[in-house]
């Protein structure tokens, strides 16, 4: 399971972008559960927001539970994440994450020679009084006997983006 990844390092493109917190530091092991930063694009504009690791929509009553991560297979079926592929997708910048394997769980570090990583996710709002909380859960899809984050190239990137991408079109950019 793609439980953990880093970023410690990010290009002035990403850091330009209108909503990237001024002081953002490096972060070499996040978890679920943390604040991180993720890139989405509301209303036709590409901007960062940082949001929590666990996806919470406004319904949802038990904070406890949040999902880190949601499934290829049904992400478009299920009732927690459906709403969300549709309308709230975003991107989460990394430089690598983290696989663990062996009997005794050794963690490998994954990663490529590019400035960063873009994982798909999918992102809900969360109100509370007056405030909005913003909240995101990482697709992942089996590898083997383990799950892995789904890495999108600079294309696939703005196609996930792209509001009226076609449902049966994510999917099959996902596969």
């Not at 570090?109 to 990482?138: G, R, T």
């Not at 089996?142 to 991408?165: H, S």
Request: charged share 20%.
């Amino acid at each position: 399971m793609s439980g953990r990844y880093a970023l410690f390092r990010w290009p002035q493109a990403l850091s330009s972008l209108p909503g990237f917190p001024e002081s953002l530091p490096q972060r070499w092991n996040l978890a679920p559960g943390a604040q991180v930063l993720f890139v989405h694009q509301p209303e036709g504009e590409l901007q960062a927001a940082a949001g929590r690791w666990g996806l919470t929509p406004a319904w949802f009553t038990d904070l406890s539970r949040t999902p880190a991560h949601a499934r290829l297979e049904t992400i478009d079926q299920q009732p927690m994440f459906r709403q969300a592929f549709e309308q709230r997708r975003c991107l989460l910048p990394a430089n690598g994450f983290f696989e663990w394997r062996g009997v005794r769980k050794r963690p490998y570090w994954v990663s490529v020679a590019e400035p960063l990583l873009y994982f798909a996710a999918i992102w809900e709002a969360y109100p509370v009084a007056d405030i909005e909380y913003l909240s995101f859960a990482m697709i992942t899809r089996e590898a083997g006997p383990q799950r892995r984050p789904i890495v999108l190239n600079a294309t696939e990137q703005q196609q996930w983006l792209d509001p009226d991408t076609p449902t049966g079109h994510l999917l099959a950019l996902l596969h």
